[in-house]
């Protein structure tokens, strides 16, 4: 439960404010936070903070001593905090400094997985900030709190509830709910926080109203305007709608006869569209129900899909939601083949900085690295083909799936806030280096030597993680449902797709053009590279090809050697980095070192448990030894 007396560990990266500024607009927010810093920090000289023009991009300079910071209404409060973070940073520029930024991602969005009992979804930091007990229950302060830190890393939306919409949830657009989520939007909107709300693409089932949800009826449409004019009568600015159609047993066009994907999303479109509203469409859209005899089938191949073949059909203001991955937020995938493939079509890049299937903020990983690969992923589309070049543009918006809850200090593990902030950090700068981020929020976060010490601990985290769990592309392993800690056969003869088919002599699937054909969704001469087993990046092999335990990879070492090999090395750098983070005792808050101490301990349990079952897992199958000679299976 959230102790909102606790500052120090609660804040984050952001000293609370002295109160909650709910109803000022987000250019005063801006002033207060100035004052705010002013009088913290004891800044010498004064500051002038000008609204001037349209726009979230600001101006800061210093001249004789005076700050100013300009720019539009919210391109001012995105000013103030990037002047906090310089001078808490322990920065002091000199006189004649100047920085301009403005954000690469138009909707820059956080994705709660929130359910009105108060439980979340894959989260691991406590319970909703939003919701408890089936209905709207909020600490006021806490929420403007959080959105002002989320505006002090440029996120300007919020969607507040689950895309797995369970009927209680269903009434958030009904009489009964709006007024509650008006006042939630109210919050927000002092920090240029917009609301989206998940709704089901069945609500007008789900509410009663209609007895089907078909696309091409009158009735739908009536539904939708009507339902339309009623939201945005409470919440004028609400962004818009965020859906999980045709998904994991969701609702979704493709029940009735005929129908795909953009005649489900412009449904809703059109009767959004009068009141500038979006709708957010997801398209982690495939086969949840396979058959794991089925080779034919493969899981990755399927949004590519539902959605390439119908660019061009979406209304203009439907974005729909790709997630970095064709899988499922694995440690390493390679990007979706559909980002950026569909010029015709506005589109978001979804990250999960909730740590689902990346050590669930109980094993350290640091997740810009990961998104930072994407975002410097050449798709070779075109000419300037970097999903970051897509920014703003064909990928209009990025979202992320919040790891945020009522704990403490807002994540679970205190070093995971460092996802959170990289996340809003590349949603505005999305080429940033990973290395930069984690400095500035160690900087902010910490002192003297624990600022590199953690930094580079963030910095390797990712490499670790990958280490112990599944290197080389090979994805999935965990536990069915929890999703944490190995079970090798888990999801083998399951129906979600999800397959290794490991056996005596090989592991992985052949998604090149001879197996699946995944390989061919991406460009030429993207495919090429991945489909040819011989120059597939290393790092994705077993995502891309089937190969044989004795194959010898780059180095020389044969691939069961390399994942032998790589387990031990990540256990033991788990192991080590209890030593990293004990050599800083008594150099950060003790709250913080003790909840670190007590995750990273977690952390190594389950590498080692990783890195045995794993490592038994493939020596029972192959009756190869480790040439090390290291005991595998005891
Ligand atoms: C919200 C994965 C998760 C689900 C999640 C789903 C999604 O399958 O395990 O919990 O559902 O992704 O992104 O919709």
Redesign the pocket.
Known sequence: MCDINNTSFADCWLPRAAQARVSLSPQDTARAELADLWQNLAVAGSFDLRVEGEGEGYLLEKQAGVWRVSGGATGVLYGAHSLGFLLRGGEQPPDGFTLRSAPAFTHRIINH?DNMDGTI??GYAGRSLFFSGGGISYSEERIYHYARLLASVGVNAVAIN???VRPDAARLITPDLLPQVAALAAIFRSCGVRLILSVSYASPVMLGDLTHADPRSGESARWWGERMNLIYSHVPDLLGVLI?AD??N?PGPYQYDGCDQADGANLVAKAIAPHGGFVFW?C?VYN?KQDWRDRETDRPKAAYEAFRPIDGKFAPNVVLQV?NGPY??QIREPVSPLLGAMPNTAQAL?F?ITG??TGQQVDLCYLAPLWSDTLTFDTRLREKGRVADFAGGAVSSIAG?ANTGDDSNWCGHALAAANLFAFGRLAWSPLSPPEDIAGQWCGLMFNGEARGVVQNMLLDSRRIYENYTTPLGMCWFVTP?Y?YGPDPLGYEFSK?GTYHRADRRAVGIDRSPSGTGFSLQYAPPVADLYGDIDRCPEELLLFFHRAEYTRKLKSGKTLLQTLYDLHFLGAAQAEELIARWGALEGAVDAEIFANVAERLRRQAENARQWRDVFNTFFFRLSGIPDEAGRVISI
């Open positions: 997985w979804e894959r689950n895309v797995n999980k998904s994991e969701q997801r982690f949840c997630k499922d937020f979804e999960q689902e299937y799936v449902h999703h979600w």
